[in-house]
């Protein structure tokens, strides 16, 4: 099975600060990972897909780059609505599998 | 809109069984696959079941195979999850996901998702 591993795993941050969390896949999973947004007592809300597409609807403050094994979820001008955990997910093959999250809180 | 409403949940002992419901509306159900993913509390995403849209294949994480069983009624546009011999470790929130694609095992992401409903093993 495919590993999927973030960092950091608590991120303190300010409103308008530049956010960048880090996701590490155990081998080559191309561009097929997808970072998803999960606020308190919600369910997951998708944010970019094939590493860097931007799903619609969601603010272009968001971005993501990487392939291969090396990925990175950036929010350029952190908002008081973006402190949440992201979780960074895989889908090159079954299994499917997530990191472990990464909490942005406020500093 | 696309609408995921899970049900089926509750509090159940020890090796009992459970079988959870997924209610899809605003697509085309059948031309989709389907997944659940359960998020223990506090803990972060494991998935645990896919099926394709046609309900012909289906896919199941090591900790739950041979217990779980995931189907699909695509003429009641709703997806199934049947748990048996339920350990503690089940306990957890379980998600239905709808799959950007139709196989399986295809490559997609998951682009919308349920509310949840809970699932609590104890005796």
């Known amino acids: 099975d495919i590993q999927m591993t973030q960092s950091p795993s608590t991120l303190s941050a300010s409103v308008g600060d530049r956010v960048t969390i880090t996701c590490r896949a155990s081998?080559?999973?191309?561009?097929?990972l997808a970072w998803y947004q999960q606020k308190p007592g919600k369910a997951p809300k998708l944010l970019i897909y094939k590493a860097s597409s931007l799903e619609s609807g969601v603010p272009s403050r968001f971005s993501g780059s990487g392939s291969g094994t090396e990925f990175t979820l950036t929010i350029s001008s952190l908002q008081p609505d973006d402190f949440a955990t992201y979780y960074c997910?895989?889908?090159?093959?079954?299994?499917?599998?997530f990191g472990q999250g990464t909490k942005v809180e406020i500093k | 809109e696309v609408q995921l409403l899970e049900s089926g949940g509750g509090l159940v002992q020890p090796g009992g069984s459970l079988r959870l419901s997924c209610a899809a509306s605003?697509?085309?159900?059948?031309?989709?696959?389907m997944s659940w993913v359960r998020q223990a509390p506090g803990k972060g995403l494991e998935w645990v079941s896919a099926?394709?849209?046609?309900?012909?294949?289906?896919y199941y994480a090591d900790s739950v195979k041979g217990r779980f069983t995931i189907s699909r009624d695509n003429s009641k546009n709703t997806l199934y999850l049947q748990m048996n011999s339920l350990r503690a470790e089940d306990t957890a929130l379980y998600y239905c996901a709808k799959r950007s694609g139709s196989a399986a095992a295809g490559i997609s992401y998951f682009d919308y998702w349920g509310q949840g409903t809970l699932v609590t093993v104890s005796s």
């Open positions: 997910q895989h889908y090159n093959s079954y299994p499917w599998t």
């Open positions: 081998q080559s999973i191309s561009s097929w």
């Open positions: 099926i394709s849209g046609s309900g012909g294949t289906t």
């Open positions: 605003g697509f085309t159900f059948s031309s989709y696959a």
